[in-house]
């Protein structure tokens, strides 16, 4: 699963190494904590707009949810997240696969690792924290209005020593794959088979950092403290992991 994300490049930056601008220049705020739950914006290239950047909120609603209550809809349907096994099928994303896929921008996230009864969050990214890319999904609510989700794939066995209880991980493409991502000309097969191979062969780095990013009342998250290391003692060995 992937309930946060980090994303502290800046505009410029972000722009040289994807070769693609900003739809809405000078939106754009980078970031060291964002959470799933906020549905507060990523940052997405769609499929049919592959030569831009758009802001995203992070919950995807389909269009046949936008006649009721939107916030209600987010509550009581979970769609941060869309497990790969079941995008074809369940109603939420079904109508997406095939011509609304993105790449959602980051070079962070967020995993819980469980040791004792405990949870503890651990932040995982590449040593050089450079710029990587989800597999998603998006819907156009309207011209302005976006939304999307972060598919989540087995995690393999880096992850599933972080993410030990449920064993899942976003699906991070490799660089390989992100241009592949975006073809329109991509059956149900062909993306069943990029789901299965996709993952980045890029070195991951991941270790635990303040517990207090699962307190409702630490509401400071989004500063520098979300991404410091912290030394567990109760960890013992484990501390890093990797």
Request: aromatic share 14%.
């Amino acid at each position: 699963m992937c309930y946060s994300t980090t994303l502290t490049e800046s505009e410029a930056e972000i722009e040289n190494e994807t070769k693609r601008q900003f739809r809405y220049p000078m939106e754009y705020q980078p970031y060291y904590y964002q959470s799933a739950f906020n549905h507060q914006n990523l940052y997405v290239i769609p499929q049919k707009e592959p030569k831009l950047i758009r802001p995203a909120m992070w919950g995807l609603v389909p269009k046949w949810a936008m006649k009721g209550d939107v916030s209600e809809f987010l509550k009581k349907n979970y769609t941060n997240n869309a497990r790969s096994e079941s995008i074809f099928e369940k109603k939420s994303f079904k109508d997406f696969p095939v011509t609304n896929r993105c790449l959602i921008l980051a070079n962070g996230f967020f995993e819980p690792h469980h040791e004792a009864g405990n949870a503890y969050p651990y932040f995982c990214h590449h040593p050089d924290s450079s710029l990587f890319m989800f597999a998603g999904l998006y819907s156009e609510l309207d011209e302005e209005l976006h939304s999307c989700t972060i598919i989540t794939v087995e995690a393999n066995e880096q992850f599933e020593k972080v993410h030990n209880k449920k064993k899942r991980m976003p699906l991070v493409l490799d660089s390989e794959f992100t241009e592949e991502w975006l073809r329109d000309d991509l059956n149900e097969a062909n993306i069943t088979e990029l789901m299965k191979v996709g993952f980045t062969n890029k070195e991951f780095e991941c270790y635990p950092v303040t517990r207090e990013l699962y307190s409702p009342k630490f509401t400071e998250k989004n500063t520098p403290i979300a991404i410091t290391k912290v030394e567990y003692p109760e960890l013992n060995e484990q501390g890093t992991l990797f």
